[in-house]
């Protein structure tokens, strides 16, 4: 089996360890549906492999809906911030985005390559996710070590897991339980979806990411730790 490097995911998505207390959490950041352009081909062919996904059984969730024209739940995760210190780990991730704003180059493109199965969680549940092309992933690997540096040299909150040692960046389309053959639906996809073929025009980044879960734990009191200067480059 292919156990994804967050297996099996005891602090959240995409993290895998649990955190050590009431008082850490992890911290998703991510491009929203609002922040990204997809190609209808690419959503075309989206809704092709949710078909295949269901001809093997139950599918346990999905970002893609047949339904939902809007596609409010697809997103793209650049970093999942794994177990951080609530109070002190939202505040700086929020002020990472903050500086991130300022360096902005106003857009970032991605092409799309595959599909992979991955084991994420202990009972087996899969999911199945379509990989960022290698070349595309490294501007935003780029920016998700810009925001770890950032966080670091700035704010003074140290990385527990690197996103560099988690799964490679993607977008879920769906999780299917241990009883469902993961591997196969795959297969299928990526043969009716030849790899590299998703999309023919680039899938479009117009707005930098965004911490939902940090609003929520972030106090006001920490965004004047420090007065903001140059926020450096992405480079």
Not at 7 to 14: I, T
Not at 193 to 214: F, M, N, Q, Y
Request: hydrophobic share 35%.
């Amino acid at each position: 089996e292919n156990f994804a490097p967050n297996f099996p995911s005891l602090g959240g998505a995409g993290c895998p360890c649990a955190c050590d207390s009431n008082s850490s959490v992890t911290l998703p950041v991510s491009f929203k549906h609002r922040d990204v352009h997809y190609p209808p081909d690419l959503i075309k062919n989206m809704r092709v492999a949710l078909d295949i996904m269901g001809k093997y059984g139950a599918i346990k969730s999905s970002d893609l809906h047949l339904t939902d024209d809007k596609l409010t739940k697809l997103h793209v995760s650049l970093h999942y911030f794994c177990c951080l210190e609530a109070v002190k780990g939202a505040a700086a991730v929020e002020n990472v985005l903050l500086d991130l704003k300022d360096i902005w180059p106003g857009h970032l493109s991605i092409w799309f390559d595959k599909m992979e199965c991955a084991v994420t969680e202990a009972d087996g549940t899969a999911s199945l996710i379509l990989m960022v092309d290698r070349h595309s992933a490294k501007p935003l690997e780029n920016l998700a070590d810009y925001m770890e540096r950032r966080a670091w040299d700035r704010y003074g909150v140290s990385m527990g897991i690197r996103r560099s040692d988690l799964q490679a960046l993607h977008m879920t389309l769906g999780q299917v339980g241990a009883d469902v053959p993961c591997q196969a639906i795959v297969d299928e996809i990526n043969n009716s979806i030849k790899p590299g073929s998703w999309t023919e025009d680039r899938v479009l980044l117009h707005s930098p990411p965004t911490c939902a879960r940090c609003h929520k734990y972030a106090k006001s009191t920490y965004f004047v730790w420090y007065r903001r200067e140059s926020s450096g480059s992405l480079d």
